[in-house]
């Protein structure tokens, strides 16, 4: 027996709930969502199909006899339900988008933030790994699904099957469109600092691209269409085929991503995107004279050493060569492989602590007229660095290591 969350009203079998929730619009008017069909899952859905879907993918009668479902509850807010792995982590994505803290839900891991993407991208670096275990409290499994499903018979399961499957819609994540914008971004961001690939350059590649992609893969796609459609025995218009080719190409996340308007479509945009979606650090504009006009810009050191020591290996790095330097004063006391083994490093009360971080400055003047020339006229330009002193010597020398200060 079934029972309708809003109304009590009991029905037999789950697709006649179906069809109740369905028809019955005095239920669910504008505004309203749609809740799951099983009383002991408490997801709730914008549209029809979001909730087809839903069942589909997490309540299918086949398969809920012998299985077990797990229980997410979230810390922030305890929310207790019957879910996947995917709708846990979408109900901790609403918190951060709320702006509220979010701790990671894995074990061993003390990571905080309340940035969405910040979030996003901990979880794909730090966890994306198949060894991942979540803290105590957080997941556990229950078998509450094998007595809802205990009164449905054989027919009863397909006949619901056979509904679930004809309204299922192809069950893409809604934040896949957004990763694979990010990733773009990531690798033209990479163009432009790492290979030191010019705005123009780039632009000129995104125009070729939005190209190939759009208005040159469109008869290609249509043409494909047309092979599938034929090798299956399907009845179909030509214009039907043209459509949904031409909204194959405009959909596509890339070409929506760097077309006209696009995030990533010209330089200011791209430079406003990496602003909003990536830990760029600001400089700060500290006024010298006034009168001259004689400045400075200041890298803030700690909110470099944040982002740089959010990498888990760095900071494992860092930690283990103190640790080693340490273990190794007594064995290899006359020899001198860097500054640690100096003596007034040694005797620094400050530096020779084991959880101390070093770090090394030092200042290139350079002209920006000329690279190659004196640095002595009125265009040279004086640059401080830092290095992070804990890391392995052969980080050192790395230019990925060397930062702006």
Same mark, same amino acid.
């Given at each position: 027996?079934?029972?309708?969350?809003?109304?009590?009203? =009991?029905?037999?079998?789950?697709?006649?709930?179906?069809?109740? &929730?369905?028809?019955?619009?005095? $239920?669910?008017? %504008?505004? /309203? +969502?749609?809740?799951?069909?099983?009383?002991?899952?408490?997801?709730?859905?914008?549209?029809?199909?979001?909730?087809?879907?839903?069942?589909?993918?997490?309540?299918?009668?086949?398969?809920?006899?012998?299985?077990?479902?797990?229980?997410?509850?979230?810390?922030?807010?305890?929310?207790?339900?019957?879910?996947?792995?995917?709708?846990?982590?979408?109900?901790?994505?609403?918190?951060?988008?709320?702006?509220?803290?979010?701790?990671? =839900?894995?074990?061993?891991?003390?990571?905080?933030?309340?940035? &969405?993407?910040?979030?996003?991208? $901990?979880?794909? %670096?730090? /966890? +994306?790994?198949?060894?991942?275990?979540?803290?105590?409290?957080?997941?556990?499994?229950?078998?509450?699904?094998?007595?809802?499903?205990?009164?449905?018979?054989?027919?009863?399961?397909?006949?619901?099957?056979?509904?679930?499957?004809?309204?299922?819609?192809?069950?893409?994540?809604?934040?896949?469109?957004?990763?694979?914008?990010?990733?773009?971004?990531?690798?033209?961001?990479?163009?432009?600092?790492?290979?030191?690939?010019?705005?123009?350059?780039?632009?000129?590649?995104?125009?070729?691209?939005? &190209?190939?992609?759009?208005?040159?893969?469109?008869?290609?796609?249509?043409?494909?269409?047309?092979?599938?459609?034929?090798?299956?025995?399907?009845?179909?218009?030509?214009?039907?085929?043209?459509?949904?080719?031409?909204?194959?190409?405009?959909?596509?996340?890339?070409?929506?991503?760097?077309?006209?308007?696009?995030?990533?479509?010209?330089?200011?945009?791209?430079?406003?995107?990496?602003?909003?979606?990536?830990?760029?650090?600001?400089?700060?504009?500290?006024?010298?004279?006034?009168?001259?006009?004689?400045?400075?810009?200041?890298?803030?050191?700690?909110?470099?050493?944040?982002?740089?020591?959010?990498?888990?290996?760095?900071?494992?790095?860092?930690?283990?060569?103190?640790?080693?330097?340490?273990?190794?004063?007594?064995?290899?006391?006359?020899?001198?492989?860097?500054?640690?083994?100096?003596?007034?490093?040694?005797?620094?009360?400050?530096?020779?602590?084991?959880?101390?971080?070093?770090?090394?400055?030092?200042?290139?003047?350079?002209?920006?007229?000329?690279?190659?020339?004196?640095?002595?006229?009125?265009?040279?330009?004086?640059?401080?660095?830092?290095?992070?002193?804990?890391?392995?010597?052969?980080?050192?020398?790395?230019?990925?290591?060397?930062?702006?200060?």
């Amino acid at each position: 027996m079934w029972r309708c969350k809003d109304c009590g009203i =009991v029905l037999r079998r789950r697709s006649e709930l179906l069809k109740h &929730y369905k028809l019955n619009h005095r $239920h669910y008017g %504008r505004g /309203h +969502s749609y809740p799951c069909t099983y009383l002991n899952c408490t997801c709730r859905f914008k549209t029809w199909n979001a909730l087809l879907s839903h069942l589909s993918r997490n309540h299918p009668a086949q398969q809920t006899i012998n299985k077990a479902a797990s229980t997410f509850t979230c810390h922030i807010c305890v929310h207790n339900q019957l879910c996947t792995e995917r709708e846990f982590f979408q109900h901790i994505f609403n918190h951060l988008k709320n702006k509220e803290t979010v701790t990671c =839900v894995f074990q061993d891991c003390e990571y905080k933030t309340n940035i &969405y993407e910040n979030f996003k991208s $901990h979880k794909y %670096r730090k /966890h +994306s790994g198949t060894g991942n275990i979540f803290k105590p409290g957080i997941n556990s499994v229950t078998e509450s699904f094998a007595s809802l499903a205990s009164d449905i018979s054989d027919g009863e399961r397909i006949e619901s099957n056979d509904n679930l499957d004809s309204a299922f819609v192809d069950g893409v994540s809604e934040n896949l469109e957004k990763d694979i914008e990010l990733k773009l971004a990531s690798v033209l961001l990479k163009l432009e600092n790492i290979f030191l690939v010019s705005n123009a350059a780039v632009d000129e590649l995104l125009q070729e691209f939005n &190209y190939l992609i759009g208005s040159l893969s469109l008869p290609i796609t249509q043409k494909t269409i047309n092979q599938v459609l034929q090798d299956n025995g399907c009845q179909f218009d030509q214009s039907v085929v043209k459509k949904l080719a031409s909204a194959l190409c405009d959909r596509n996340p890339v070409k929506k991503a760097i077309g006209d308007k696009g995030p990533l479509s010209s330089a200011w945009r791209r430079k406003a995107y990496y602003k909003r979606h990536f830990n760029v650090v600001e400089p700060v504009e500290y006024i010298l004279d006034q009168k001259n006009g004689k400045s400075f810009q200041y890298i803030p050191i700690l909110k470099s050493l944040v982002q740089i020591l959010d990498c888990q290996t760095i900071l494992d790095q860092a930690v283990n060569l103190n640790t080693l330097d340490k273990e190794s004063q007594g064995t290899c006391a006359q020899i001198y492989r860097s500054f640690f083994d100096g003596a007034l490093f040694k005797e620094n009360g400050l530096l020779s602590k084991q959880e101390s971080l070093s770090l090394i400055l030092y200042i290139d003047d350079f002209e920006i007229c000329n690279p190659l020339g004196t640095s002595r006229r009125k265009h040279n330009i004086c640059g401080l660095y830092w290095i992070l002193g804990n890391l392995p010597p052969g980080c050192n020398s790395a230019l990925s290591s060397i930062y702006l200060c």
